[in-house]
C-alpha cells in the first residue's frame, strides 16, 4: 500500500500551489483522506481531510478560506489547492487514509501514511 504525495515547491508568499496524493496497492474509495504537515521541529498536524464521497469536510483554523480539498475516486486520487500561501505554511505535506469513511480529523484516526512533499514559502 503506498500513498505517493506530489506537487510541493518553493512559490513566494501570495501563491498558490496544487498536492495531489495517488494510492496504489489497494483503493481508498470507502476511506475518508487528510492532508497533514510538519515543520521543522514542530509536531504533524491536520491542515485539511475530506470524507469517503466527498460530502463532508474539514479545515484546520489555520487554513480556512485558503485551502480546498477535493478526490477523485475513479482515480484513487486525492487533491489539496492551497492559496495565499504564507512562509508560515512552510511544511512537508503529507497525505493520509483514515480508518473509517468520514473526514479524519486527526493523527489518531489515521491508517496508513505517505511520503510527503515539501513545501517552502518564501517572503
Known amino acids: 500500500v503506498q500513498l505517493q504525495a506530489s506537487g510541493g515547491g518553493s512559490v513566494q508568499a501570495g501563491g498558490s500551489l496544487r498536492l495531489s496524493c495517488a494510492a496504489s496497492?489497494?483503493?481508498?474509495?470507502?476511506?475518508?483522506m487528510g492532508w497533514f504537515r510538519q515543520a521543522p521541529g514542530k509536531e504533524r498536524v491536520i491542515v485539511a481531510s475530506?470524507?469517503?464521497?466527498?460530502?463532508?469536510?474539514y479545515f484546520a483554523d489555520s487554513v480556512k478560506g485558503r485551502v480546498t480539498i477535493s478526490r477523485d475516486n475513479g482515480k484513487n486520487t486525492v487533491y489539496l489547492g492551497l492559496d495565499s500561501l504564507k512562509p508560515e505554511d512552510t511544511a512537508v505535506y503529507y497525505c493520509?487514509?483514515?480508518?473509517?469513511?468520514?473526514?479524519?480529523?486527526?493523527?489518531?484516526?489515521?491508517?496508513?501514511w505517505g511520503k510527503g512533499t515539501q513545501v517552502t514559502v518564501s517572503s
Open positions: 475530506i470524507s469517503w464521497n466527498g460530502g463532508n469536510t
Open positions: 493520509a487514509a483514515g480508518r473509517g469513511g468520514r473526514a479524519p480529523t486527526g493523527a489518531g484516526l489515521i491508517n496508513y
Open positions: 496497492g489497494r483503493t481508498f474509495w470507502n476511506n475518508g
